[in-house]
């Protein structure tokens, strides 16, 4: 069974680049797309970006600017890099992989989640 | 693509039959899934394909539509089922989702 696994720091500084890894268990990193989603407290999800096994991502045009989605199949994680936080960055950070290799496939596995806080 | 949820919170019973509805801002086909969000939890599959149920989801769960307009049905609402239900479409770049539907207890 395919789990994933967010890590990172829960608190970072305005101005600065919020840095996330998600760690793959039970699966390679092949065929899928891997995905990265936020939730603002008492808010809806947002879709942040997803990367493939190539290395082609997808941005959500709104944070397309500061976001960077990468992979790393020897460590079997990928990562978020998203810069010049401020506090509407705040949010539970999820990483999710699609159910299947369709181009339309929903996303089948979830983290947990990591509840990051922007704040000096 | 912009999805909108009604109702934004609604109080059932339980045995209740409970109806959520997804509007898309344009043709979706059915490339529309529906997810259900416990407190302090990751989203869970429970619909994709507007209508094909997620392994293990139990049957009382069911979705339809196509286009822009697609539906959620609980047919009889159990305690486990208070949760919050949100629709996303994967049609297209930027996925995106519904303001979700928070079923609470009457």
């Known amino acids: 069974q395919v789990q994933l696994q967010e890590s990172g720091p829960g608190l970072v500084k305005p101005s600065e680049t919020l840095s996330l890894t998600c760690t793959v268990s039970?699966?390679?990193?092949?065929?899928?797309?891997w995905n990265w989603l936020r939730q603002p407290p008492g808010k809806a999800v947002e879709w942040i970006g997803n990367?493939?096994?190539?290395?082609?991502?997808n941005y959500n045009p709104s944070l397309k600017r500061r976001v960077t989605v990468s992979i790393d199949p020897s460590k079997n994680h990928f990562s978020l890099k998203l810069n010049s936080v401020t506090a509407a960055d705040t949010a539970v950070y999820y990483c999710?992989?699609?159910?299947?290799?369709?181009?339309?496939?929903?996303?089948?596995?979830w983290g947990q989640g990591t509840l990051v806080t922007v704040s000096s | 693509i912009q999805l909108t949820q009604s109702p934004s919170s609604l109080s059932a019973s339980v045995g209740d039959r409970v109806t959520i509805t997804c509007r898309a801002s344009?043709?979706?086909?059915?490339?529309l899934v529906w997810y259900q969000q416990k407190p302090g939890k990751a989203p869970k599959l429970l619909i994709y394909?507007?209508?094909t149920l997620q392994s293990g989801v139990p049957s009382r769960f069911s979705g339809s539509g196509s286009g822009t307009d697609f539906t959620l049905t609980i047919s009889s609402l159990q305690p486990e089922d208070f949760a919050t239900y949100s629709c996303?479409?994967?049609?297209?770049?930027?996925?995106?989702f519904g303001g979700g539907t928070k079923v609470e207890i009457k």
């Open positions: 999710a992989r699609a159910l299947s290799t369709s181009r339309w496939a929903p996303l089948g596995y």
């Open positions: 039970g699966g390679s990193l092949s065929s899928f797309s």
């Open positions: 990367v493939y096994y190539s290395g082609h991502t």
């Open positions: 344009q043709d979706i086909s059915s490339y």
């Open positions: 394909a507007a209508s």
């Open positions: 996303q479409q994967v049609n297209s770049y930027p996925l995106t």
